[in-house]
């Protein structure tokens, strides 16, 4: 079995805890919209907390009072005083509804909340997905049902040999989730284990569905899925590899882990889809992770905090080993129950010059990936601080990073364009998360994170909030980094500007704008530098020789032992 290229697109999140069994009692109880400003769904109907649990809200209240049973004396009510009835706003307005039938209409707003305008629409990246005519699917599931008991936390895990669904290069282009039972299914991961590199848990091939810790670091993440939209889609002209050339069979493993917040037994046969094309697309897809290591001594949030941050830094140490630039062209960011808003900004020769992601209202069982247009270029030598602020007012003890759901994370994933080579390190996704004994470049170490035990926060991190611009340092001599990586024919690019003259930004690449003698120019553009060429030309150079498949695994080991709570949400 030869080794694969892949390229993974990672999604880390939380679930619910609330008691999906009475969405089934009220007209579109899985469908109602959050009216907040981040829009979605307000998965539990009747509660404060979008996810449930907890207080429950003045429709909560009245079916709770109701006997938990939807009746026209409910469905005409006005839980939140808004001057509509329950039923108008649930989608069941002559209140005819019976459980198990269709409602008359969809949900058109909350019950127990009274209607607010949205600032900001939400966004399904799969709304104009078209599914290629070549399009290959490839279902990833338990073998057969998974047993948990009434205990609330289980991670269960199964390794399998399956065949592949194409001996060939496939850019998979969407994944969706093979959802069985969703009242306990709290995350879902797949993973492809190339030979040499075997999952954490050791060889199970075979040995059906078991225990496992939900760290994993042995193998490749090819497909997730967590509470929230059901499905990942690329846009059009991006792809991530799966090379099955020369294959016949394939080690996967499926990790899921339940929140059994039902407390009986319980049993699940959820699993992942993938779609795949032959015909591959103009741009490979990647992911960089920015945020903070959930193990670092200084992730911990004090109790009756309204707004309170945690900033960490992926500094020009790391970015600086790009061989070109990149494109941001989406972001999902992760936290858990007390996240309240997350921003990545973007800094350039020790200035501030955007943001990389904002949100301002997160809400955890609603994590959606949003999408930037025009995407925004990183540079060699750029710098990205995110910072998470959390909500912990009405709880009496200090939160700390960690894989469970009452721990917090801060995360940002941003989905980017090309593929991006490095002169020492093969992706950016172990770069920015290196902690402790840190990632070997240029001969020394480099730590970006503080090590366990030390309560000092890492020198970039600390110098940055003592002085911002003091962290960052002059990405060139003369502050010219827009000259030194402008495109040229078949180089990504996000706007026109990123193209040499007579070149326009196309689908993700610089391409000529219409006369055949514009084509026949095979020279450099007159504002190139042929400096910056000569120091592209060298930083490509010292990534040349690193077999591909395994510099990417050994990034991808190195990030999941390091924030293993993106594999154990």
């Given at each position: ?18 008691f ?53 004396a ?18 069941d307005?002559?209140?005819?509804w ?8 969809p ?18 990246e799969c ?150 094309t ?20 200084d ?31 989406a ?8 996240g ?23 809400e955890?069982?609603?994590q ?58 093969p ?20 730590s ?25 340092g ?24 990123d ?13 000529y ?28 150079g ?9 510099n ?9 032992s390091l ?7």
């Amino acid at each position: 079995m030869k080794l694969m290229k892949i390229t993974i697109s990672l999604l880390c999140a939380a679930g619910a805890s609330a008691f999906p069994q009475y969405a089934a009692k009220i007209p579109n109880g899985y469908g109602v919209p959050n009216p907040g400003p981040q829009g979605g769904i307000w998965a539990g109907v009747g509660h404060v907390r979008t996810a449930g649990g907890g207080d429950r809200n003045s429709f909560g209240l009245d079916f709770a009072a109701n006997g938990f049973e939807w009746t026209t004396a409910l469905c005409e009510a006005d839980s939140d005083g808004d001057g509509r009835s329950n039923g108008e706003e649930l989608g069941d307005p002559n209140c005819e509804w019976s459980e198990g039938e269709e409602p008359a209409g969809p949900a058109l707003s909350h019950p127990g909340i009274a209607d607010e305008a949205k600032e900001v629409a939400t966004i399904n990246e799969c709304d104009n997905y078209v599914a290629p005519d070549d399009e290959i699917t490839m279902d990833i599931s338990f073998s057969v049902p998974t047993e948990m008991d009434e205990t609330q936390t289980h991670y269960i895990c199964e390794q399998k040999l399956v065949d592949v669904p194409a001996k060939e290069l496939l850019h998979k282009v969407k994944h969706g989730v093979l959802l069985d039972n969703a009242n306990v299914l709290h995350h879902m991961f797949v993973y492809i284990c190339p030979e040499g590199y075997n999952s954490i848990d050791g060889d199970k091939v075979g040995q059906g569905p078991y225990d496992c810790s939900g760290n994993e670091s042995g193998c490749i993440q090819v497909g997730g899925w967590a509470v929230g939209p059901h499905e990942s889609c690329n846009p059009p002209n991006v792809g991530n590899e799966l090379d099955f050339s020369g294959l016949d069979q394939i080690v996967v493993k499926i990790q899921a882990h339940y929140d059994n917040a039902m407390g009986t037994p319980q049993q699940d046969q959820s699993g992942i889809r993938l779609h795949m094309t032959p015909t591959l697309r103009p741009l490979i897809g990647e992911n960089l992770a920015t945020g903070m290591v959930q193990v670092d001594i200084d992730f911990l949030i004090p109790p009756q905090q309204t707004n309170y941050p945690l900033t960490s830094i992926c500094p020009t140490a790391i970015t600086e080993h790009l061989n070109g630039p990149v494109y941001v062209y989406a972001f999902t960011p992760h936290m858990h129950l007390y996240g309240k808003a997350l921003v990545t900004e973007h800094y350039r020769c020790g200035k501030k010059i955007g943001e990389l992601g904002r949100i301002n209202r997160y809400e955890f069982d609603n994590q959606q990936t949003y999408s930037l247009n025009p995407p925004l270029k990183i540079l060699p030598g750029d710098s990205f601080v995110t910072t998470c602020e959390y909500d912990t007012t009405g709880i009496d003890f200090d939160v700390v990073g960690g894989p469970e759901t009452s721990d917090e994370m801060c995360l940002n994933f941003l989905s980017i364009y090309p593929k991006p080579g490095t002169a020492k390190v093969p992706t950016l996704l172990a770069g920015c998360f290196s902690f402790e004994n840190g990632i070997k470049m240029d001969g020394r170490e480099v730590s970006v994170r503080v090590a366990i035990g030390d309560r000092n926060r890492d020198m970039v991190t600390r110098d940055f909030i003592s002085d911002p611009k003091a962290s960052f340092g002059s990405c060139c001599a003369a502050n010219n980094c827009e000259e030194l990586y402008i495109a040229e024919v078949n180089e990504a690019c996000g706007v026109d500007a990123d193209c040499a003259n007579s070149l326009v930004c196309a689908g993700g690449l610089c391409d000529y704008t219409g006369t055949p003698e514009d084509q026949d120019q095979s020279s450099p553009d007159e504002t190139s530098d042929a400096a910056a060429d000569s120091l592209v030309q060298s930083l490509a150079g010292e990534a040349s020789g690193a077999a591909a498949i395994g510099n990417a695994v050994v990034s991808l080991i190195v990030l999941a032992s390091l924030i293993g709570g993106c594999f154990t949400v």
